[in-house]
């Protein structure tokens, strides 16, 4: 009686065991299939990729998303993911161990950088499904610049950015420090391009999807273009990822990946949010970053 | 008896002129209570055991000869999944201790048995995302409500008796990161409080709401350029406009009140502390970048800065000027002392900000070679700052420069005691430094960042955590206590000439405050990061504080991960006195 009480005990303890290893942690491929849903991670508050409006979710990730899902013919359970001081720790927070306040844990996480450096540097997961490439640039208004306008019309006329980002940097160093004092900074990059928009601004620099998505019906009134970031990356790769030990899981969304990009449906999802698309180079597709 | 404790109460209350707004003080803690809190022996009202932060206690009945009898009366667990940091300070009243803790709790306890009578937990929202582990560093008590902070930025005032939130205001958007951990305190009728938040964006600011009914009376942000508030009116610009931040960095300039503040009911002056400037990259905003990593000295009925001191000007190692000052006399001078967390222990003339000495408290300070204490800057090592990073033109990571303290600080949150019987301040230090590097190849929220790379390194091999008593006339270290793990917890200090604190070990410590001797330890079981107490009921003296390992410390990695990765987190208030 009394043995049968200690198997008793650790029964249940296994059983709790069990229990919150399966709703705490991301799942492997066949557990996902026999529940019949996927976990994906998405920023929260992240336009034009995950979003909301008028309360609902959207955007290019969130498509995206959606797409997976029906293509593997699973539930999706959509998670925001509120952006911590970097991706190292977003990582951490989505897929590899959950955030110490609580909160789900995804199978797949998107729109993380592919970038082989980044990828060492971060061995809990694995990388792939290179989608698009980013690229900073600048967007300006021809009527108060110019058609042809650089960098250098800065000096006269002010520049909107979104605070502490790359093209943050680029503009307080830019040619010297002269455009310095016409840069102004917002908190999100739609309030970049508003002001653009509303005439506050003679240009603004940033991700180009991010200026063209805020554009939008605006766009043809407007120019983009690259600028020289001498010194800074002025393009990078996105993709997905899973946790380290659910690498069948990322081949088969990373096949999927792949497949959106070489048939065109990436490049429409970006067309239904008002982007042109830019793809990865060809020899990445279906690669991992390791 | 509670009748004629609170008659007297009143009558001490009238004695000294209160505030006019004492219909607030007809029940409950009175403002009176408040005023002579470090003097009265049977209460804690006040976070930091007495409103200008000493955390002395004139109790004597436990002393360096009988304090190894201390024994625990009782233990109390603040229970359910959550642990992490608990980093709370108890306050005693009425027969009821009142202890916040981590996840954004408060708990009343009976003093006498540690049974629960309420516990409140704050509903938190998802996606909140507070920068250093999700502590509370205590309450306020003022008439019949007790008030403190939460995660998601709310200041919440409670009836002390039932738990029932009397009102909630918010103190800030904890969508753009703002949060509140730090004790709130009482001034004249009002409630004041700080911010704490995300590491960019946001901008400090010390606030004064009315205490009954949480209506907002003044505001003042603490970088210039920002216009303050009072009584639903812009008041005065902080500052003046362009004169220390280039463009307009000034927006989003930073400098997070997240630590609580002190009351110096002689000069009439509150002292609070602001953070460092934002964003992390010293070289977008070229400047002193005023008020950030300064103390400033606010005039509590209307908010106005009286006068400041800026510890790290064009502040570029996260060395906040968030730390407690300290007022006291000496030498038949108000002054008052603050321990920064860039290494160096200040003493000032509180009536104007002057600076009396200002000198090391840490070993092996990098970033600068000394504090001018005629102007009050440091005088700067500028090979000790982080090398611009747009500079990097080949993409490569930059060269590592070794800066100390780290950035967590010579001292951190952890405040510090003063005793007026040994005239020392016994502060809470860490010996470490930090490998400090730009790191081209970094991302934020999907995009390319330029980061910085750190390593914290401790400096010696067999400790980080020091303990010091310091002679504030010169700035000498009399004694020092070394401590393997880092230190995190408040320190307290009493008549019977012994020092309390803990260590994140676990032992609770009483020490001889003129020779830094342990005369007594009890092991509570978690690391601790709290801030004792002392009280005194029936003749007998009671101790009581809080353990339960994090806070930042478990949150860094590097070398000083290997010290303290075999600590357990906990959760629980113990009580301590001696036998009959």
């Given at each position: 009686m009394r043995r049968f009480k200690v198997f008793w005990i650790f029964w249940i303890f296994f059983l709790q065991l069990s229990a919150s290893v399966t709703s705490a942690f991301a799942l492997s491929l066949d557990e996902i299939t026999e529940k019949g849903e996927i976990g994906i991670a998405v920023y929260r508050d992240y336009f034009p990729f995950s979003y909301r409006k008028d309360g609902k979710l959207t955007g290019v990730d969130v498509d995206i998303a959606r797409y997976l899902a029906k293509k593997m013919n699973l539930r999706l359970n959509l998670i925001e993911q509120t952006a911590d001081e970097n991706v190292e720790d977003d990582l951490r927070n989505a897929i590899w161990k959950g955030h110490y306040l609580g909160g789900q844990v995804a199978d797949v996480m998107l729109h993380v950088p592919y970038d082989r450096e980044f990828s060492l540097r971060n061995d809990q997961v694995v990388f792939f499904g290179a989608y698009y490439q980013e690229r900073v640039g600048l967007a300006w208004n021809p009527e108060m610049v110019g058609e042809q306008a650089t960098i250098a019309v800065f000096r006269f006329d002010k520049i909107g950015v979104e605070l502490d980002t790359i093209a943050d940097f680029y503009l307080a160093s830019a040619l010297g420090g002269a455009i310095l004092k016409n840069v102004v900074h917002f908190h999100s990059p739609r309030k970049v391009t508003d002001a653009l928009i509303a005439g506050e601004l003679a240009g603004a620099a940033g991700p180009l999807t991010q200026l063209e998505a805020g554009l939008k019906e605006h766009r043809d009134s407007f120019r983009t273009g690259m600028v020289p970031m001498r010194g800074l990356r002025s393009h990078w790769l996105l993709g997905a990822a899973v946790k380290h030990t659910y690498r069948q899981l990322g081949y088969f969304v990373g096949d999927i990946l792949a497949a959106m990009v070489k048939d065109g449906v990436i490049k429409e999802i970006f067309k239904t949010h008002g982007i042109k698309y830019n793809p990865p180079p060809d020899d990445l597709l279906g690669s991992t970053a390791q | 008896m509670n009748f004629i404790k609170t008659t007297l109460a009143l009558a001490g209350g009238a004695a000294i002129a209160v505030s006019s707004m004492s219909s607030q003080a007809?029940?409950?803690?009175t403002d009176a209570d408040i005023a002579n809190d470090s003097k009265t022996t049977h209460q804690i009202v006040t976070n930091g055991m007495g409103r200008k932060g000493q955390r002395f206690s004139p109790l004597k009945i436990v002393n360096k000869s009988n304090v190894k009898k201390l024994l625990p009366v009782w233990s109390f667990s603040f229970g359910g999944e959550k642990q992490r940091g608990q980093e709370s300070q108890p306050l005693i009243y009425d027969g009821v201790m009142y202890v916040t803790s981590s996840y954004s709790r408060i708990f009343a306890v009976d003093v006498k048995t540690g049974e629960e009578l309420w516990q409140y937990d704050a509903r938190l929202p998802d996606g909140i995302m507070p920068c250093?582990?999700?502590i509370n560093r205590g309450a306020a008590l003022y008439g019949d409500l007790v008030y403190f902070g939460t995660l998601d930025a709310k200041l919440v005032a409670l009836?002390?008796?039932?738990?029932?939130?009397?009102w909630k205001k918010k103190l800030g958007d904890y969508k753009a990161g703002y949060s509140f951990t730090a004790a709130p305190f009482i001034v004249k009728g009002n409630v004041i409080t700080g911010v704490s938040g995300g590491e960019f964006g946001i901008v400090g600011k010390v606030e004064a709401r009315n205490a009954e009914t949480g209506e907002l009376v003044w505001s003042r942000p603490t970088i210039e350029g920002h216009m303050g508030m009072l009584n639903g009116k812009p008041s005065t610009m902080t500052g003046k406009l362009n004169a220390t931040w280039p463009g307009d960095m000034w927006k989003s300039g930073g400098g997070a009140t997240w630590l609580g503040g002190n009351y110096d009911d002689e000069t009439d002056t509150i002292f609070y502390g602001a953070g460092n400037p934002a964003p992390w990259n010293s070289h977008l905003r070229k400047g002193?970048?005023?008020?950030?990593?300064s103390r400033l000295a606010i005039n509590p009925d209307n908010g106005e800065i009286k006068w400041h001191l800026q510890t790290t000007p064009w502040e570029g190692w996260d060395y906040d000027g968030v730390n407690e000052v300290v007022s006291f006399n000496a030498g038949g001078k108000k002054l008052a002392a603050t321990a920064d967390r860039n290494g160096f222990f200040y003493v000032m003339d509180r009536t104007n900000g002057k600076l009396q000495n200002a000198t090391p408290f840490?070993?092996?300070?990098?970033?600068?070679?000394?504090?001018?204490?005629?102007?009050?800057r440091p005088n700067f090592i500028d090979s000790n700052r982080a090398g611009?990073?747009?500079?990097?033109?080949?993409?490569k990571k930059g060269k590592a420069i070794f800066a100390v303290p780290s950035f967590l600080g010579g001292k951190n949150w952890m405040p510090m005691a003063y005793s007026q019987n040994s005239g020392l301040f016994y502060v809470p230090s860490n010996e470490w430094g930090m490998d400090l590097w730009n790191e081209p190849v970094t991302y934020k929220k999907g995009a390319a960042y330029l980061g910085a790379g750190f390593t914290i390194k401790p400096l010696f091999e067999d400790y980080i955590g020091s303990l010091k008593a310091i002679d504030p006339m010169d700035g000498s270290i009399k004694w020092e206590l070394k401590n393997n793990a880092p230190l995190w917890a408040g320190v307290m200090t009493t008549a019977g000439g012994l020092v309390f604190t803990g260590n994140p070990e676990g032992y609770f410590m009483a020490l001889d405050d003129a020779t830094g001797k342990v005369l007594w330890k009890f092991q509570t079981g978690s690391g601790i990061v709290s801030q004792p107490v002392t009280w005194e009921e029936n003749g007998e003296q009671y101790f009581a504080v809080v353990s339960g390992w994090g806070g930042a410390v478990p949150l860094w990695g590097g070398d000083v991960a290997k010290r303290i990765k075999h600590l357990n987190q906990g959760g629980s208030v113990w009580v301590f006195k001696m036998p009959k």
């Open positions: - | 007809q029940a409950g803690v250093c582990d999700v009836d002390r008796k039932t738990g029932k939130v009397k002193d970048n005023l008020y950030a990593a840490v070993e092996q300070i990098s970033w600068a070679s000394s504090i001018d204490v005629k102007t009050g611009d990073p747009t500079k990097s033109a080949d993409g």
